[in-house]
């Protein structure tokens, strides 16, 4: 998980003011749940940004991959 519990409720509670403390609270463990269900993966192992030479001109991960930029890509195992 990129953020923390508590991380995921102070956005909430930033965001959703009128939300009530045990809403917050279900909601942020309820993210925390769903992110067990994906995958990190490697942007070039798995999904092939350098596959193709027009990747980077067709794909927008593709394009930001080539330019050096740091992206994590996560895929649901269903």
């Known amino acids: 998980m ?6 995921i409720e102070d956005i909430l509670k930033k965001n959703l003011p009128s939300a009530s403390e045990k809403d917050i609270q279900k909601t942020a463990l309820s993210l925390i ?9 490697d942007l070039v192992e798995t999904l092939g940004a ?24 996560f895929i649901t195992e269903q």
């Open 33 to 41: 749940e769903a992110t067990g269900k994906w995958k990190e993966v």
């Open 2 to 7: 990129v953020l923390t519990l508590t991380e």
């Open 50 to 73: 350098e596959l193709s030479v027009q990747c980077r001109d067709i794909c927008v991960l593709g394009n930001a991959h080539h330019n050096g930029k740091r992206i994590r890509a």
